[in-house]
């Protein structure tokens, strides 16, 4: 039951998304001005400074996060359909787990076209290890979007929640952003170190993990009136 | 108000009159000069900065389980001095580390992570300032997860710090803390307990104010 | 599981927003196979005490009792949450309805999440229900207000619920569709559902309602069952100050 709920909000969260293209699109462009705009404060004579890349990467990531995070939960509110949620049989902590599955699709989605734009205006061999940027580009998503999908949700209710959201969402997830920033560097390094690489993929999977069961385990009590 | 408050409040109060003088008495350290001196308030405002926070996500965690009003009034007054001990320790820091490394500034583990505790706490009141009907729950929320996060942001700054090899020394800290420190801790951890009370019996009155209001139009 | 009950007993209900009461120490009953106005001017505490009868806000004080399930204060819906919501049909203020997806697909999505054995088949009866068969692939966006009016109800139905609870279901509604739903309510009762309904449109709920409980400022100001002449009874209990 809780796998068919979590299933039925996803499916239904990527059809309206694929029928309207509004968050995909607006997120879209959205970070490609961000890099953009980094790209114009940054390079100079033609060069970007050395590891200016990771980080520019994930900044776009945070801010468009940030962004489609609001999105998605404005859909939610206007026609009041996050009650009609809530309202449903489900156990509650599965709706919880659709709409961050459904946040992930977009991210990902979004990071595959963010990926190669960086590295092709930074100079940066961003794809040089496939697998392992994979691999934190995941697990960091997954963090952003665990405690974003939570804080989003709660803020439904208050009048100020495109303020708030990222008033609370950042300080949170400074942990993902250094984490991912330093092992995306890793990647830039001539020689990898792969013990370093594990160590930040480690703390990344980590925070996934608590935060992912705390939020699942709080869902039901933050969003009972 | 409980009796021991006023008596208390004036022993606080003679106990920061009187720590100048306790501090000027304290040995001269010599490298570091007469700026070492505001260790003596940097750390007891240190510690009380990390108290206050781990009481505001205790009790968070708890109203958030519980529904217990006096809970989230706990929470709501440990996080103020949070943020107010947080301001003493990270104004003071800066003014021990241009002096011990330099700068007015280091990427330092401990520094960059208090750095981020108080966001977390400042976020907090801001939530229960704008945050609307309900604010409580998700500034609960706020706390717990804050709490959650200490950890992760510790490790985190820490390995970033050391990829990122800088000049700085680490400082040695002096070893004879002595006396004169303990009655700076003292002082700060009784008006810690004041500020709290203090803190919480306003909530308490507002609380007991809205009920008569609510008694009023019965 | 899903809860099963023959009555809905609402006990001494208050729920308190800081200084504000929205609802004070209210007590009606609603019996199967009946429909129950809620009635009373904006402000009344009717859509505060729909949220709390659908577990969506907690009580302050005071208990509801869903035949022999009780939720109170210190017994939030939490446990029996899920097998209470699925006995409980709620048609909102706002459409609860995704206005991208189809009628059809918005049915479905709600039938499946309601754990209906069939979804899609569910889904083509409401449709059919509600006179939209012709249109049930197009996005619901595109409805006129009557139209999604019509989904709506049918998505709050979709689960066959023993309680529905209906917050100003005419609102906006012409001649024909308000017809169409009193009928479909009188259906309901014949079908033993017990039916709460809050408005203010007295005219459509005069000759409907089994009983009427009045409220004013959260509290109660008289329950009248078998009411008769709604507008006047409205207008003389609304003048009456309460006590």
Not at chain 2, 32 to 55: C, D, E, N, R, T
Not at chain 3, 198 to 221: C, E
Request: proline share 5%; hydrophobic share 55%; aromatic share 10%.
């Amino acid at each position: 039951m809780f796998l068919r709920g979590v299933w039925l909000v996803v499916r239904k969260d990527l059809t309206v998304e694929v029928r309207s293209r509004e968050i995909a699109y607006t997120t879209l462009f959205f970070a490609v001005s961000c890099v953009l705009i980094f790209a114009f404060a940054l390079v100079r004579e033609g060069r970007a400074p050395d590891e200016a890349a990771p980080a520019v990467l994930w900044v776009a990531i945070a801010f468009a996060g940030t962004l489609a995070l609001g999105r998605t939960f404005e859909r939610e509110r206007q026609a009041e359909t996050l009650r009609a949620l809530l309202l449903a049989p489900v156990d509650r902590p599965a709706i919880y787990a659709g709409k961050l599955l459904g946040m992930m699709a977009l991210l990902l989605a979004a990071e595959f076209v963010l990926v190669p734009l960086v590295a092709l205006l930074f100079q940066a061999p961003l794809l040089g290890h496939p697998f392992w940027l994979t691999g934190i580009l995941a697990t960091g998503t997954l963090g952003f979007a665990a405690v974003g999908t939570l804080f989003a949700a709660m803020l439904v209710r208050a009048r100020t929640r495109d303020v708030l959201l990222p008033v609370l969402l950042y300080p949170i997830t400074v942990p993902v952003i250094i984490a991912g920033v330093r092992g995306t560097a890793l990647l830039l390094e001539p020689e990898l170190d792969v013990a370093l690489l594990r160590f930040w993929l480690a703390l990344l999977v980590t925070f996934d993990v608590v935060f992912v069961t705390l939020a699942l385990w709080t869902f039901e009590p933050l969003m009972t009136d | 108000m409980p009796k021991w408050f006023l008596p208390a409040a004036a022993l606080c109060g003679v106990m920061f009159v009187a720590s100048p003088v306790v501090i000027a008495g304290a040995p001269y350290e010599s490298t570091m000069g007469l700026v070492q001196k505001i260790f003596y308030f940097h750390m007891p405002a240190a510690v009380m900065f990390l108290v206050s926070a781990v009481i505001c996500g205790v009790a968070s965690a708890r109203f958030l389980f519980r529904g217990d009003p006096a809970q989230d009034r706990l929470g709501w007054a440990a996080a103020e001095l949070t943020v107010l001990f947080g301001i003493i320790a990270l104004v003071t820091g800066p003014l021990w580390a241009r002096k011990a490394w330099g700068v007015w500034w280091q990427w330092d583990v401990r520094l960059t992570s208090s750095l981020m505790g108080w966001m977390v706490a400042v976020a907090y009141l801001l939530v229960r300032k704008y945050g609307g009907p309900g604010s409580e729950k998700l500034a609960a929320g706020l706390a717990l997860f804050g709490m959650a996060n200490v950890p992760f942001v510790y490790i985190s700054v820490n390995y970033w710090r050391t990829i990122h090899p800088t000049t700085s020394v680490v400082p040695t800290l002096p070893t004879s803390m002595g006396g004169p420190l303990w009655f700076c801790f003292a002082t700060f951890l009784l008006l810690l307990v004041l500020l709290l009370r203090l803190r919480v019996r306003l909530g308490e009155a507002h609380a007991r104010l809205d009920a008569l209001h609510l008694a009023l139009d019965e | 599981m899903r809860a099963d009950f023959d009555e809905l007993g609402v006990e001494e209900l208050s729920r308190h927003f800081g200084r504000r009461r929205a609802v004070s120490r209210i007590t009606f009953n609603v019996a199967a196979g009946s429909i129950v106005g809620l009635l009373g001017p904006n402000g009344a505490g009717k859509s505060t005490m729909i949220g709390l009868l659908a577990t969506l806000i907690r009580p302050t004080s005071g208990l509801i009792r869903y035949g022999r399930l009780v939720v109170d204060a210190g017994h939030a819906a939490g446990q029996h949450g899920a097998a209470l919501r699925a006995a409980i049909g709620v048609l909102g203020h706002d459409l609860f309805l995704y206005p991208e997806l189809s009628a059809l697909e918005n049915l479905t999505f709600f039938a499946g999440l309601h754990g209906v054995a069939h979804p899609h088949r569910a889904a083509l009866e409401a449709l059919e229900h509600a006179g939209l068969d012709a249109r049930a692939h197009d996005p619901v966006g595109s409805f006129s207000r009557g139209m999604r009016q019509r989904v709506a109800l049918e998505r709050a139905l979709i689960h066959r619920p023993r309680l529905v609870l209906l917050d100003e279901p005419f609102t906006g509604l012409d001649d024909a569709s308000t017809g169409r739903l009193v009928s479909r309510l009188e259906g309901l009762r014949e079908a033993g559902t017990a039916v709460l309904l809050a408005t203010h449109d007295l005219d459509v709920a005069d000759g409907l309602l089994d009983a009427a409980v009045f409220l004013k400022d959260g509290r109660l100001v008289d329950t009248v069952v078998q009411p008769s002449a709604l507008r006047a009874t409205y207008r003389q209990l609304m003048a009456r100050p309460v006590s």
